[in-house]
């Protein structure tokens, strides 16, 4: 997914850079980057690998070589990040997180006029950053080319940039899918995509934006240059999996929706269990809940190493992560031996790290091992954000288990997602015995939307239900061997 961090600071920047870029390091991935607009009114850059090392390791040596009053900075998914573009406009710096779907249509209209071009080329072809950024430039003015870039894109795209002039923008996805925040320090400022990174830094929440809201910030102050939307539809996963427990979006606090989520699954289970757990880290907020709402003993059968081992999700290749998977948990024998313990998840995803997590389990000593996630079985892969780099929905085992019940038959996925149906019942009893479970019990999707407390239609689910604020999106037809 990726996250970015700006400052607008009466004083010198770059350490409030430097460490409210790394709070958002939780979410990401391969790229680290932050430039800095010195007093000359030149750009300061610099960009690391940081899939094999954290991030401050890399950047460290280098701030005292940055001085300035503004700066912007990125953990980013898979491209360089941020980019120094020059266009009619200016010079500015930018950083964008989400997804652009439609890629080759915003291409080949700026090829068709003969006089553009894409210089941040990779493996994985054309730096979205970049296209953002050619969206941006056909505005007559940086306030115009950001409202273009939101209405073109097919996707999510939040927006961070920062003038050689001194000005700031930020301006958050068109249907608010990732959360774009203000903070304030006396005359200084900072747009953040994690409200974790503030109160260390002094900082106080100011403003949430809302969908397709675009503020600018210079020494003036703050000041709203496009206004919110009405359609809200923001990505559950964020509080459920991907948001750090400190964090709040739409003023909401992950951890608080966590401990709801896991009260939610415990009223509605009568298992007899002697201890619950939950998957470090993110299961464990989920697992609080649950013990407290049933009264049954917390505890940790499993001790995470993490000072050399990133999150599993982070390598490329699925043999990585199942390897850092299995190196950074550490078994306790002495907690699991003879017990029957209930884990909860944040959610089953491939479920081959997981399937080896249970085994250990049992040959640790466990007489039983039930598995409670905090969210429905994930049906669709994401069209809107980029949570993992899955070829498939058939990488998902929901999806292999459906394939598995039905063959290369064509199959109406709405049978699935309803809950209350036999064929759900049915996946979900194939997914339990391709895990070894001693049960599988899901989240309901009302339980998990209400522990948010908004509303469905300001949600997008599209992952469980094939919708996004209520909106059927998906191809609910399950085209077998044909996809």
Known sequence: MGGFFGVFSEGDCVSDLFYGTDYHSHLGTSRGGMAVLD????????????????FRSKFEDELPGMQGSAGIGVISDYESQPLIIGSHLGVYAIVTVGRINNVAEIVGRAFSSRITHFSEMSGDGINPTELAATLINTGA???EGVRHAQEVIDGSCSILLLTADGVMYAARDRYGRTPVIIGRRGGDWAVTMETTALPNLGYEVAKYLGPGEMVRIDSNGMETRNPAGDDLRICTFLWIYYGFPGSSYEGINVETVRYRCGAALARRDQVEVDLVSGIPDSGTGHAIGYANERRIPYGRPFAKYTPTWPRSFMPQRQETRDLVARMKLIPLHDLIQGRRILFCEDSIVRGTQLRDTIQRLYDAGAREVHMRPACPPLLFGCRFLNFSRSRSDYDLLARRAVRELEGDRRVDLRRYADEDT?????????????????TLQFQRMSDMVEATTLPKEKLCTYCWDGCEGCRATADFEDKGAAE
């Open 39 to 54: 007093r000359g009114g030149r750009f300061i850059r610099s960009i690391h690998d940081i899939s094999t090392a954290q």
């Open 141 to 143: 003015t940086f306030e």
């Open 422 to 438: 036999d064929a759900h019942a049915a996946m979900v009893e194939r997914m339990n015995r391709r895990l070894s479970l001693s």
